[in-house]
């Protein structure tokens, strides 16, 4: 049997903080035995299971790896609003006039990921 994804680990300058940004923003929890100044922290949630992971080193490029999310009970740019009021940046648009395309924000830590539009969107399109 091969092997599975246990889970995806993110290198971070404060778990916990971090970790909180991406609980509320896959709708997850922390795990019950995290706290601030932990070197580790977990969010569980429907999308997956993140680790973050103290790590004294600055991000210092663009990710190798990211996220890309798709909205599940709102469209793309409500999806967009929403982590931005959470904390996230914006770092490039690339929406179209006729409602393809999607939009790159950095979460607090500088980390890319990004908004892809809705199933809901997708169908109608």
Known sequence: MASSIRHITVDSADPYTH??????????????????????????SAAGTLLFVRVD??????????????????????????????????????RRPDGTGWVTLRDPEGNEFCVERSAGELANS
């Open 19 to 44: 970790a909180g940004f991406w609980a509320q923003a896959l709708d997850g929890s922390l795990a019950d035995d995290d706290f601030p100044g932990d070197p580790q922290a977990l969010v569980t």
């Open 57 to 94: 080193d600055p991000k210092a490029a663009k990710n190798r790896v990211h996220l890309d999310l798709q909205p599940q009970d709102r469209t793309r740019d409500e999806e967009v609003e929403r982590l931005l009021a959470l904390g996230a940046e914006l770092h490039e648009d690339h």
